[in-house]
């Protein structure tokens, strides 16, 4: 494994032992997205509109919130005791810090998704069939692309005043490529439409998740250094 | 100032030549067969989305530029911009549900381009609230050009996800102006329109950069950032 992914690697296990050891903000982002997946089934008229439709913006505008939540505790956690600095002083590549959060904030999002996922077919009695295996292809490259902007986003929204509303102003709309997308792609896969009709899709949150990942990567050093 | 005299002077002739442009567009354009006299807001509403886009583009101009030489005469003027386009983008958001309502019977639809507008919007005032949440003039600097790149390099894919989503919500009667082949006089009208809004967004923008010199300079050390 090339060295920088080793070190980012290192820094993602740090976050992710840090956060199963307390699992504060993991159960609570849990907590969050079945609470908010059950508010949603008493936002629609049942007799009017059926479950089915609503369903994936259902289950996309909730996971977009959840990712939200997270990313606002990537960087939260290094302020205490000026523990960023110290990540900053130590021979770090600035690439690996980036790609440290961003693979930890990938494996807390994953976690919430992995939970609201089976709730959300619960709740909504969505017949997931053989959807399943490409909506968690889906899934994961809609994450990818929450995170990516959103990582960068969150190392500067910590040092702004007004921090957790900062960073939904800023990152809102960079959700919203991937999040329409996500929601088209999901709407032919729970409608049982063949795999061929959202490749389209997945072929452009892809080139999304890319260009943003190289963006955020040779960007990311502007947001801690000096 | 200096700037600022100048600057004001050409706001003022934009602002004469504007009136003229209407005394144009009213009296010596013809009507359009089929909208009548709406169409007439065309003159602004179109300039002012010119104007937009413009101030957009220069502000991630500025940004990537900033970065590179780190000259908090370039941060400047992106602020500036942003600012002026600001106005601008609210300007073409008001003119256009004036001119939507007759003409396609409803204030607001989500239309691919519309929408794009939209968060052209969001992006300038999000970008504007983060400059205001942050206190070090370096830091502001650097924060400010990060989300400029990164806001103008996710347009396209707003634009592009948008027109997708749209296509599966077809709109009901959407009457398109015809804008492809304009007649002669109009098209006249609308570049020298074109030109006067180009003229205005400078008067604005040299205003506006001659007080963020003097602002800067008030706030001593902060003459060159980062």
């Known amino acids: 494994m090339a060295e920088w992914l080793r070190q980012a690697w290192t820094v993602a296990r740090k976050d992710l032992v840090l956060e199963f050891r307390t699992r504060t903000a993991l159960l609570s982002a849990v907590v969050f997205t079945a609470l908010v997946l059950t508010i949603f089934n008493f936002g629609r008229d049942p007799t009017a509109v059926s479950a089915l439709d609503l369903a994936p913006s259902i289950l996309w505008v909730t996971f977009a919130f959840a990712a939200m939540l997270g990313l606002n505790r990537a960087f939260q956690l290094e302020l205490e005791n000026h523990a960023l600095e110290g990540l900053l002083v130590s021979p770090l590549p600035r690439v690996s810090l980036y790609w440290g959060k961003l693979l930890a904030n990938l494996v807390f999002v994953a976690v919430v998704e992995a939970v609201g996922l089976p709730l959300f077919v619960l709740f909504f009695d969505v017949p997931m069939g053989r959807a399943l295996a490409p909506l968690v292809g889906v899934l994961a490259l809609a994450s990818v692309g929450f995170v990516t902007v959103g990582t960068l986003f969150s190392a500067m929204a910590i040092r702004t005043r007004f921090a957790e509303l900062m960073l939904p102003v800023l990152l809102l709309p960079f959700f919203v490529p991937p999040l329409v997308l996500a929601v088209l792609a999901t709407a032919k896969l729970l409608a049982a439409r063949p795999l061929s009709e959202s490749f389209g899709y997945l072929k452009l949150l892809a080139a999304y998740d890319i260009l943003f990942l190289t963006v955020a990567s040779l960007l990311f050093r502007h947001t801690v250094d000096e | ?226």
Not at chain 2, 47 to 68: E, F, K, N, R, T
Not at chain 2, 85 to 90: A, E, K, Q, R
Not at chain 2, 136 to 161: E, N
């Open chain 2, 1 to 226: 100032m200096n700037l600022a005299a100048t600057g004001r002077r050409i706001t003022l002739v934009g602002l004469a030549l504007l009136a003229a442009v209407y005394v144009r567009a009213l009296a010596f354009t013809p009507v359009e067969r089929f909208q009548g006299p709406a169409q007439k807001i065309f003159y602004l509403h179109v300039p002012a989305a010119w104007s937009a886009m413009l101030a957009m583009a220069l502000v991630g101009l500025c940004s990537v530029l900033y970065l590179i030489v780190k000259d908090l005469r370039f941060d400047r003027f992106a602020a500036a911009s942003a600012e002026v386009g600001t106005v601008f983008s609210l300007v073409m958001l008001t003119t256009g549900p004036i001119w939507a309502k007759p003409i396609w019977g409803t204030w607001w639809t989500w239309d691919a381009r519309l929408t794009l507008t939209l968060f052209l919007f969001f992006l300038f005032v999000g970008y504007l609230l983060l400059r205001g949440a942050v206190v070090d003039p370096g830091m502001r600097a650097r924060y400010a050009a990060v989300l400029g790149i990164c806001g103008l390099v996710l347009l396209p894919f707003i634009h592009l996800s948008v027109y997708l989503f749209r296509t599966l919500h077809p709109q009901p009667i959407v009457l398109k102006p015809s804008s492809p082949s304009l007649p002669g006089s109009m098209l006249v009208t609308l570049l020298v329109s074109f030109a006067v809004f180009t003229l205005l967004y400078a008067g604005f923008v040299m205003q506006r950069y001659a007080l963020a010199r003097e602002r800067g300079a008030d706030a001593a050390m902060g003459g060159r950032g980062a």
